[in-house]
């Protein structure tokens, strides 16, 4: 089967190909955090579901260029800067840094670029942009100074949120980045300074001022990837105004006709008791959060990934929790699975079933159906461990299924680096113990390891410690 993913604008299943000449290359744009705080586990549920498509992708064999910008210019990120009083780059740079670190926990694939909106390249594209959008006559400066978007001057606008227009263009219009569908209105691509922007603004031909968010995410996105994009990701509280506002901005500013975007991806939100987790309600938890409670990176992995993204995922402590059992049961096969396979190199995977973790995955990313194949993997194999029938060959090649599996879930266990001194010396007090068969104290201190966060397992080749 070929790869097929629900794109929000046709609202249906298509399927994913490159465009000629571009051999298996696909451009992908995922709209980045606004660096006004630390992104909260809601946002990260996006740039996990992203991160699926783009492993898989690859898994596939493309090659996925993919760009995700940094919002560190809009109405937040000046008012959180001029509530703390301090430059707009001062405040928004630990945000930007924090955000880098939580990535690399939850194991997400780097992009190829990060760009930011105040970079002075991004600026110029922008105003470059704003400027062939009056050319042709799609935007126009008001009295305020401010130059807007004409949406009357795009027919299509509404298009990918299915908005209907025909009562709407009433040439009112919103200066604010964030507005609903019921307020439909001209747009700002540009935003004349005020007093309270403070020291953040540009020179442009139409003044100093500042760019509207919209206008950034079209720049940049163009700018780095071209005139047409093959995916564009987001949560669905992208889709409008923030998409919408991309589209006609893009397709009115290029030559020629082809689309924006080919496909269009959006993930579900994250809830709370039933509300979107997000900052303003003040529901939500950070990455921070969560491994200060003793959480792991992977285990809210685990638990962003095994829902389907355009499903409702409401976000519980009992769903991490059910994280924690479900990647020990991984680890533990996994580890037995190292132990039937001794030295073996040659490989045969018993169960030609495995490849469905795959194919489920082309169905527009069915996580349960990959996931079901993957834990059914694991009893079968595991029933034949338990009568001694799964050969070394068979272990490796399930071994090198699961090395392909993890390419893509990016859920394998971290490496034991180094076993503290302390531990070390507990497991060969344990070892003389149950020399001495003083079971009681060889359980004492199994407690006494485990207190320091490691697990110690006896197997017929002695204790085996892992992370707890
Ligand atoms: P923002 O920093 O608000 O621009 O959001 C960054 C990304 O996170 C966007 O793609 C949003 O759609 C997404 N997002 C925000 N809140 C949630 C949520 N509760 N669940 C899933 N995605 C979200
Ligand atoms: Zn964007």
Known sequence: MSLQVHNTLSRTREEITPRSGEGKVLSLYTCGPTVYAHAHIGNFRAYVFEDLLQRHLRERGFIVRRVMNLTDVDDKTIRGAHAAGIALADYTRPFKEAFFEDAKTLRLLPAEAYPAATDPEQIARMIAMIGILMEKGNAYQAEDGSIYFRIASFPDYGRLAHVDLENQRSGQRVASDEYDKEAVADFALWKAWVPEDGAVGWESPWGKGRPGWHIECSAMATGLLGQTIDIHCGGVDN???????EIAQCECAAHGEQPFVRYWMHCAHLMVEGSKMAKSAGNFFTLRDLIEKGWTGREVRYALISVHYRGALNFTIEGLGAARTALARLDAWHERLLETAGSETASEVPNPATEGFFSALDDDLNISGALAVL????????RCM???KLTPVQACGLLNWLGR????LALEADTVTTIPSEVEELVAARAAARFAKEWKKSDEIRDQIAALGWIVKDTKDGQKLTKA
């Open 375 to 382: 834990f059914e993997t694991l009893r079968e194999s595991n």
């Open 405 to 408: 599996v993890d390419g893509v």
């Open 386 to 388: 338990d009568e001694e």
């Open 239 to 245: 889709i409008f105004p923030h998409h919408e506002a």
